[in-house]
């Protein structure tokens, strides 16, 4: 009896080994899988300039405490042959507002350049782009079934991963205005300018940035974003006191487009916005353009893919019928193509209309739809 009890005590400790080496080659795998995937949010997707790219560089050129950092990150470089002005697209300052990235690279990929140069910034936060918000069940990519192509794009994060820069303050002091604001807000780039060129990581891109528009000499700079329906400050064409008068022009022929555009001036008072310090540390006139995406607010349902494409969601339907949203919404939502062509067309017109008030600084760029022809055909023809 004893030999069998001892017996039986052996054969369970022995199914207990077993049982805790399979829980450990499991927990393993499932170890290496996440941090597969995990690397795979490090690695920024292959982009397709068109032939009119003159050059690549990156932010370190400009501020070279990026080197080797998440912060840094490409800048294209697209000259004519004909003198004109300056002007720079910074697209993915808040990665988790797809339209301001695919954009700038829609624009990248077809444009174009007869006259001037054309400065293109797709993923102006790198290091946002390898992480998502937490406790937002937002998706991680998305698709786009492109005619050339099909591209897989990631959804980020509005702040810098806190992995590239750690902890938050409790409080966050703005340099050099002694702004406060909440502790995460630290991580923003568009509430980092003019930035430090041995700041935090935030603070150095910003930087980077500035001295990028002085360096080059930028005349017109645009700073491309999205908000939720339910925001003031959205469908909008944000600028300061030296880029009002081109904007409000602007946003009148826009009119004749059946694109309404709400004309917001930029706060004296609210430092750390590109369209504030690029007034202030630039001689560049800057411009801010944001868009309605139901995916960017507190009132949707389903957080998926579908939603981040189509704009589609029975909760903005029901708060579009309350009266609670700044913008038009009914069940055909806010397309993709409607947020990216909306940001084409005052694009181009802006450039138009600041290359007639300033013919010395003229700039012409060319093959890239307009909001008509993306609506119509798709983003998918451009990719």
């Not at 049982?19 to 996440?34: K, P, W």
């Amino acid at each position: 009896m004893v030999q069998k009890y001892k017996y039986n005590q052996i054969k369970i400790k022995n199914i207990e080994f077993m049982f805790g080496v399979f829980t450990l080659i499991v927990s393993l795998m499932i170890g290496m899988i996440a941090a597969d995937k995990f690397q795979e949010m490090h690695e920024t997707e292959t982009l397709y300039p068109s032939y009119a790219l003159t050059e690549i560089s990156h932010l370190s050129d400009y501020n070279p405490n990026l080197k080797n950092t998440n912060g840094n990150t490409e800048i294209y470089f697209f000259n004519s042959d004909s003198a004109g002005g300056t002007v720079l697209i910074l697209g993915g300052t808040h990665p988790n507002e797809p339209a301001g990235f695919l954009t700038a690279c829609l624009i990248l990929e077809n444009l174009q350049i007869k006259r001037g140069r054309l400065i293109i910034i797709p993923r102006a936060n790198n290091s946002a782009f390898t992480h998502n918000d937490p406790q937002e069940g937002q998706p991680q990519y998305y698709t786009i079934e492109g005619i050339k192509r099909e591209r897989i794009f990631r959804f980020g994060s509005r702040i810098t991963n806190s992995i590239d820069q750690w902890p938050d303050p409790e409080i966050y002091l703005h340099y050099p205005s002694g702004q406060k604001l909440a502790g995460n807000e630290t991580r923003n780039l568009n509430r980092a300018y003019p930035g430090r060129a041995d700041g935090n990581l935030t603070e150095q891109m910003a930087y980077g940035i500035i001295e990028l528009i002085n360096k080059k000499n930028v005349d017109l700079a645009f700073d491309l974003h999205e908000a939720a329906p339910e925001y003031p400050v959205v469908n909008a064409i944000v600028a300061s006191e030296r880029s009002q008068l081109i904007a409000t022009e602007a946003a009148m022929e826009l009119q004749f487009e059946d694109l309404i555009y709400s004309m917001e001036p930029s706060p004296y008072n609210f430092h750390g916005l590109s369209h504030r310090e690029w007034q202030d540390y630039t001689q560049a006139m800057p411009i801010l353009l944001e868009t309605a995406n139901p995916i960017q607010g507190r009132l949707r349902g389903k957080t998926d893919v579908s939603l981040l494409l189509t704009g589609r969601d029975p909760m903005y339907l029901k708060a579009a019928e309350l009266g609670e949203l700044h913008v038009p919404y009914d069940s055909a939502g806010i397309s993709i193509e409607v947020r990216v062509g909306r940001h084409l067309s005052a694009i181009k017109t802006i450039i138009d209309v600041y290359s007639n008030i300033y013919p010395d600084k003229a700039v012409e760029i060319i093959n890239v739809p307009d909001y008509e022809e993306i609506v119509s055909k798709g983003i998918e023809e451009y990719f």
